[in-house]
Each structure stands twice: as C-alpha cells, then as structure tokens.
C-alpha cells in the first residue's frame, strides 16, 4: 500500500480477524463474561481511517499518506459495534501510542458532518477536493457519546534518526475540544510528563459505560520505533493501567477491552522489551485496581512495577 504497509495473501484475513477479536472481547466484557479484556492481535489499527489511510495527513501538506502498519481501525470498529448493538451508550477510548491515534480520531470526527480535503494525481497535475463526511454509528448524536483522548509523542525526529521533520504522523497538537483531547508529549519527555493529570479528570467526568484502551508500547525507552524521541519504561505502562482500570471501576463497573497498538521490540522471545511491557501492563487487569480512584496522585505514588505478573 505504501513505504511502510506491506500486504500479502492474508493481509486481509488477518485484518478482519483483529477486529472481529476486539468486538468479541467486548461483548463478552459487556455481557458480563469478564471484566476486562486485552486484546493482542496484528496488525494495529489507529492509524486506518474511515477511508482507508488518514486524509487529514493531506490536510497538513503531506503528498503520500502512511497507513502506518495499519488496515482497519479495530478499536473504532469495536466501538461502533458496541453502540450500535446498544452494547454501551458511551464509549471513551484512550490511545497511549508513540504515535498520534490520527486515524481513530478522523473516525470520530466523521460521525458528524466535516470537510475534509483530498488532493488527487491527475494527468494535470494535482487536484484537491473538498469533501463533507459523516458517518454516525447509530444516532445523529454519536459524536457526544463517544470520548477519545490521544497521549503521544509530537515534534521533530531526533538527530541521528532516519527521518527528518515532523515526528509520524506529523498530526496531534494540543487539542481540547468537548470529547476530543490530544496531549502531544516533547522530545525526550519521561514519567513526568507522561502521568499529567489532564485525561483523568477527563475521562471521569464522561462517565463511560465502556473504555476502550489503544495500548501502544513503543514509548518505552528500548523501542527503536520512536527513533529516541520518548523515554516511557514499564512502570509508566503499569500506572497508566492501573489508573483507567481505576476510572472505569467507578464509571462502568470495570469494563475495559484493551487493544494492541504499537511495539515492535521483540529481540529475546520472552524475555524481549516488548513481552517485559506485556508482564507490566497486565496486572492491573489482572486484579481489581487499587482500591480508591484517586485522579491527582503524583508519579510517585503509584506502585512500582512488578516482576511478574500473578492472578488475583
């Protein structure tokens, strides 16, 4: 499709298995079958737009769009299934991903009427257009129904990277609309950074019947995918877990399906960067989150990160 997504004979039944695993996971949580749910499943999905690759790349002057890996946006279609089989009546959908959630928030925005333009090769050279979009999943009012918060790296490769220019997908400034929240995060940004307390507050206040998570876990420092533009480690991952399990605890009973996003280290099987990420994040889905929402705890306070990963 592009430089970056390569498709073969079961590119696409691998796709449409990803998203069907999420939309399973849901309606089990749902239905009250489990709690909670994390799904790991290939490939990723937060880039892939309504239309295939994120139009709104064209809008900031790129020529080519990236899928970014991606072929369907699986925690998008999890979300419209859970709505429109009034599974839940209010989805929020957090996406911690080192890179922006561009293709799930051009989703979101499609479920109410938005231009967007699209510039297309001609024999004349290149042409845009400006097309209005809308695609509700079940209401005219999807669009207040439906939260979604990005928390992502944003700025300019760092030297020494094989790119130049805007960090992927050069999309996510700050943005603080009614339901849309990115947090965009500088170079070299760590826990500190990480852990503010603007999501929470957020997310708590939507009261969700549903959260959807977009776990990415090339943030952490020993992923090569953002190229050294961030520094997370596994304990980041283990608090950022273990707060939306605590929201979604008091909001909607603990209903969380997680979804895998990015994270690409895999060197050493089990014991490689990304399966270590895995062992951290688990936990709090593992066991009920700690036993008082508390929004504005400093980092310091969370627990430290533990080595393995037992069932309550």
């Not at 500190?192 to 999501?199: A, G, T, V």
């Amino acid at each position: 499709l592009d430089v970056d997504t390569v498709l073969t004979a079961e590119s696409y039944d691998a796709a449409v298995n990803a998203a069907g695993c999420v939309i399973e996971a849901i309606k089990d949580v749902m239905e009250g079958k489990g709690r909670n749910a994390f799904c790991v499943v290939r490939p990723a999905g937060h880039h892939a737009g309504p239309q295939g690759a994120s139009e709104a790349m064209v809008e900031q002057g790129s020529k080519t769009r990236s899928h970014g890996f991606c072929l369907l946006s699986n925690v998008a279609i999890g979300a419209a299934h859970a709505m429109a089989n009034r599974l839940a009546a209010r989805v929020a959908i957090v996406d911690f991903d080192v890179h922006h959630g561009n293709g799930t928030e051009e989703v979101i925005r499609n479920l109410k009427p938005w231009r967007y333009k699209h510039v297309a090769d001609t024999p004349l050279g290149e042409v845009a257009f400006d097309t209005l979009a809308e695609g509700p999943w079940l209401t005219e009012r999807d669009s207040e129904n439906v939260f979604f918060c990005s928390i992502h790296g944003f700025g300019e490769y760092s030297t020494g990277s094989p790119y130049t220019g805007l960090f992927y997908p050069g999309l996510g400034g700050a943005t603080e609309e009614p339901n849309i929240l990115n947090i965009p995060l500088g170079p070299k940004f760590g826990t500190q950074d990480f852990r503010r307390e603007k999501l929470l507050p957020r997310l708590h206040s939507f009261k969700p019947d549903l959260v959807l998570v977009s776990a990415g876990f090339d943030g952490h420092e020993a992923d090569f995918m953002n190229y050294g533009l961030v520094s997370l480690t596994e304990d980041d991952f283990f608090w950022v877990t273990d707060k939306l399990c605590e929201v979604a605890e008091v909001t909607c009973g603990g209903k969380l399906v997680s979804i895998l996003e990015g994270g690409y280290n895999t060197n050493g099987g089990p014991l490689s960067p990304l399966a270590r990420r895995f062992i951290c994040f688990s936990p709090p889905l593992l066991c009920l989150s700690s036993s008082t929402l508390d929004l504005l705890s400093p980092p310091h306070a969370s627990p430290a990160c533990p080595r393995t990963c037992e069932l309550c």
